[in-house]
Nanobody
Framework: QLQLVESGGGLVQPGGSLRLSCAAS????????IGWFRQAPGKEREGVSC????????YYTDSVKGRFTISRDNAENTVYLQMNSLKPEDTAVYYC????????????????????WGQGTQVTVSS
């Protein structure tokens, strides 16, 4: 079964950068759409970004557009989320998730459509 492991989280000051990684095992990610989601204490899970399995099409929620970049390295079976210009409101546990699809990824507004989830990595933005 596909397994996902997130890494790269940590503590940064506002305006700083982090690069999150989502490493897969069990199957290659070529045929999976990957989404990044985040959840802060007391808040609902929020879709951040997603990327298609074969075409590499990307989508971002408005609050991170222009600051975050999602990318794939299928040879390493890894998806990345580069986060720049971080703000305190970006503080959350970040999760990657996967779903098998031949076309466009499910909307990140519908996290229940993603089947496989990692354990999460903590991102804290604070001065």
């Amino acid at each position: 079964q596909l397994q996902l492991v997130e890494s790269g989280g940590g503590l940064v000051q506002p305006g700083g950068s982090l690069r999150l990684s989502c490493a897969a095992s069990g199957y290659t990610l070529d045929y999976y759409a990957i989404g990044w989601f985040r959840q802060a204490p007391g808040k609902e899970r929020e879709g951040v970004s997603c990327i298609s399995g074969s075409e590499g099409d990307t989508y971002y929620t408005d609050s991170v557009k222009g600051r975050f970049t999602i990318s794939r390295d299928n040879a390493e079976n890894t998806v990345y989320l580069q986060m720049n210009s971080l703000k305190p409101e970006d503080t959350a546990v970040y999760y990657c998730a996967a779903v098998a699809t031949a076309g466009s990824p499910p909307p990140i507004t519908m996290p229940t459509l993603y089947d496989y989830w990692g354990q999460g990595t903590q991102v804290t933005v604070s001065s």
